[in-house]
């Protein structure tokens, strides 16, 4: 698959434009919309105008369906990475479908910037949380990664995928499904991703 081909020539089927401003798309969608566009992918500075226009051209390349697609595969993706959880076939059709790391890596920093002099819009801020798997979830759909802690025994991890909006509220003490309490005793733990790649913290829940 080539990265700045558009979607006719990616065998999909080419959709809407997107008429959105750019402060309606999310960090991930920004990402998606110049890792398509005809951004250089140099790592040098590039005038705010210059990366608003090319997040445009993106976004309008693939169409809103499919930003949002591969927008929500993304972050699918980076969740699992956080905690060493990629399942090989997810990790097959993300290079099939971002086969420049690096490109894609600088894309994100670009789209990180530009959340400076555009921030989010009530849209934008809306689908933050839109994350999906590219095939086979390691929580098979129940939202809970049961695994083995040396100090705590038998655990379940809350899926980084299906759970990334509880994940966030638990994290940052807003959550109303649970109190967060020490990573001790018998718990439900949950891991909050992060967009960096560093090691997340886990977390025990009491539900």
């Known amino acids: 698959m080539k990265p700045h081909a558009r ?15 750019v402060a309606d798309l999310t960090l991930a969608e920004r990402t998606v919309a110049l890792y398509v566009s005809d951004m250089p992918s140099a790592r040098r500075r590039f005038p705010a105008d210059q990366v608003r226009a090319w ?26 990475t956080s905690f060493g959880l990629v399942p090989e076939e997810v990790q097959r059709r993300h290079e099939e479908r971002f086969p420049k790391a690096k490109r894609l890596d600088w894309a994100g920093q670009q789209a990180s910037n530009s959340h400076a002099y555009v921030p989010l819009s009530d849209a934008g801020r809306a689908r933050v949380f839109d994350t999906e798997v590219d095939g086979p979830c390691p929580c098979r759909g129940t939202g809970s990664i049961g695994f083995y802690d040396w100090e705590d025994g038998e655990v379940d991890l809350m899926c980084p995928v299906h759970c990334a909006a509880e994940i966030h509220a638990m994290r940052w003490g807003s959550s109303s499904g649970g109190r967060v309490l020490s990573s001790s005793g018998p718990a439900t733990s949950t891991g909050a991703s992060t967009t960096s790649g560093d090691a997340a913290q886990v977390w025990a829940v009491e539900s």
């Open 7 to 21: 979607p006719a020539e990616q065998g999909v089927s080419p959709l809407e434009p997107v008429s959105a401003r």
């Open 55 to 80: 997040i445009v051209q993106g976004a309008e390349r693939l169409g809103e369906q499919e930003l949002r697609r591969w927008a929500a595969f993304e972050r699918g993706h980076q969740a699992l």
